[in-house]
């Protein structure tokens, strides 16, 4: 009878509901409560992590400009970064502390800035992250102390800055820039070398450490067009000349307007004379053994096929205008043009002094010897530049040396800070 009553008392408890839910209800009530302040935790941690990066950029950016101020001064780079953390950090409310950390290298230029924050009052966090919670850091550099001699402007494209086989940019007192945001937006490949003063990528790069004398930045902010606020030059009125050849021609030639283009070929000596030559639906060609100077010359191209081609043989030496629509610009593609190729072949253009601007066009240097090397300066503004086969590309910085002024915006460029981490 006794043992009847236990069993049925056992039967009726395991069939009550009521009975389980309360029991499995205190059983699951931690882990219901450790999985929604876990939840909440998460999203707290990473609202504070980004907080705490964007913080450190900041401060990494302002440290760096104060920091070239002081002669690379330990103590105001502390005393910036701390300032500009303490003052864009508000989700702690009393609970934790986030201190900053900042490391300054006069020698290169950069302040790295690490942020760390502990003992806030998570939930849950604090069991599984060790001291700090959280670190982030940013690095800034600062190269005003340099000039800017080359920006590619393409924003997407493979290559935008691109060497192969035996090429070499020598560019080792100024910025090369790559605007691309692709992931091989700077490449140096096989033998080539790139060296630059800085090597700055908006994407990333592809190459081995021998293919630069400086590793590139990357993820460096884009750089506008420096050009793009600059006049084009007059292309209208009637045309100076169509379709002009001058083969074996020794002496001079005037500036204007040159509807399809300019030839000049064969054993030709031509001096440009001082002005503004428009090349209107055609090119601007040197063959054969073929040698041109000139000295205040600003070529612009517009309209259909207008480029310019030097030939490996050819002897191309050209200085810029002083003055005028093309004042400091050897060459200036119209931004209204399709895009075109550019090409210097010619193993003996080795003075041009001046901007080459091409904001539409790819410049191609693929002759077997130095080019540029005699020009005081040369800076170059261009969609995409590719050097193949086995030029020196040499970009000398000697602007007291000539009276070719330089662009705004190119040259010393005065005190900029970018973000490289």
């Known amino acids: 009878m006794e043992q009847g009553l236990r069993n049925m008392a ?13 029991v ?3 059983l699951l009530a931690p882990v219901l409560l450790g999985l929604t302040g876990g939840a909440i935790d998460l999203f707290r941690y990473v609202s504070h992590q980004k907080s705490l990066q964007s913080a ?16 690379w001064s ?6 910036i970064a701390n300032a500009y953390v303490q003052a864009n950090v508000s989700h702690l409310n009393g609970s934790g502390e986030v201190t900053a950390l900042t490391t300054v290298d006069g020698e290169t230029g950069r302040v790295t800035v690490a942020v760390e924050q502990d003992h806030f009052g998570y939930f849950m966090v604090g069991y599984f992250k060790a001291s700090p919670q959280i ?9 005003g102390s340099t000039s800017m001699c080359v920006i590619g402007l393409s924003s997407h494209e493979e290559s935008t800055i691109g060497l192969d086989s035996n090429a070499i940019l020598s560019a080792p007192n100024c910025v090369v820039h790559s605007n691309s945001a692709h992931a091989k937006g700077m490449r140096s490949l096989s033998n080539a070398v790139l060296r630059s003063a800085l090597p700055c990528s908006a994407g990333g790069y592809e190459g081995a450490a021998k293919n630069f004398s400086k590793m590139p930045l990357t993820d460096c902010p884009p750089m506008d067009d420096p050009l793009a606020g600059r006049a084009k030059p007059h292309v209208g009125g009637a045309c100076k000349a169509k379709n002009a050849v001058h083969k074996d021609y020794v002496g001079k030639i005037s500036p204007g307007i040159y ?4 030839f000049i070929d064969g054993n030709s000596v031509v001096t440009m004379e001082p002005g503004v030559y428009v090349m209107r639906d055609g090119p601007f060609l040197v063959d054969s053994n073929s040698k041109v100077t000139g ?10 096929n207008s480029f310019f081609h030097f030939k490996s043989n050819v002897n191309v030496s050209l200085e810029a205008p002083t003055t005028g629509d093309m004042y400091g610009l050897i060459f200036h593609q119209d931004r209204d043009s399709a895009p075109a190729d550019f090409t210097i072949e010619s193993n003996y253009t080795r003075n041009l002094i001046g901007t080459i601007y091409l904001p539409k066009g790819k410049l191609v240097v693929k002759a077997d010897n130095d080019v540029a090397d005699q020009s005081a300066y040369t800076a170059i503004v261009v969609q995409k530049l ?13 602007y007291d040396d000539t009276a070719v002024p330089v662009p705004e915006g190119l040259g010393p460029t005065g005190e900029q800070v970018l973000l490289t981490r």
């Open 10 to 22: 056992l039967h009726r408890f395991a069939c009550c509901r009521g009975g389980h839910f309360a």
């Open 135 to 143: 670190h982030v850091q940013a690095t800034a550099q600062a190269i």
């Open 24 to 26: 499995l209800l205190g």
């Open 295 to 304: 000295k205040g010359v600003g070529v612009f191209f517009t309209g259909k």
């Open 74 to 79: 330990q103590a105001a780079a502390d005393a």
């Open 259 to 262: 509807c399809g283009g300019l």
């Open 386 to 398: 590719q050097l193949l086969s086995g030029p020196r590309l040499v970009l000398n910085t000697n």
């Open 56 to 71: 450190a950029d900041g401060a990494a950016l302002a440290a760096a400009r104060e920091a070239s101020l002081e002669g």
